[in-house]
């Protein structure tokens, strides 16, 4: 199944509100097998990549973490951090070295509430990327442990 790549900042975001972000975020670096964060852990920031890749992953008892989606140059890594109760819903690791803008999400929740305009911009960009993720994990879910033709579309 190939599905229309998520959004980035870039399209998503009128100019005047990527400028506004932009200027809260911050150039961070991780090495390959960085874990970036995991399930249930407390989403307080996000990152949009520069450079490398991170894969997106899920905790499945009693098996290997399976690998959701691979995140490229402009991709928002993180969501949870918009939604209460903040914490993640999805693991991410630095696959490869990785160059991000990090920003800290309790300033950008701030900057949202202040100026409705962009909170909703912020929103709907965030949601498009959540529901594009959401796919991913049931296209990939299914791929991995349902039986041969069960994700079939009819």
Known sequence: MITAPTPSMLRALPAEHRERLMRLAR?????????LFDEGGRADRFWIIRSGTVELDMH???RQAAVIETLRHNELVGWSWLFAP??????????????AYEFDA???????E???ALGNAVAL???SILAHR????????LDLYAPYG?????
Do not use: K, N
């Open 60 to 62: 499945v008892p009693g």
């Open 114 to 116: 202040e100026d409705p």
């Open 27 to 35: 150039e961070v670096s991780f090495p390959q097998g960085t874990r």
């Open 150 to 154: 069960a994700g079939t579309v009819v």
């Open 125 to 127: 960009w965030t949601g």
């Open 134 to 141: 959401l796919r991913s994990t049931r296209t990939r879910l």
């Open 106 to 112: 309790t300033a950008v929740r701030l900057m949202c």
């Open 86 to 99: 903040h914490a993640w819903h999805l693991g991410a690791e630095a696959t490869t070295p990785v160059r």
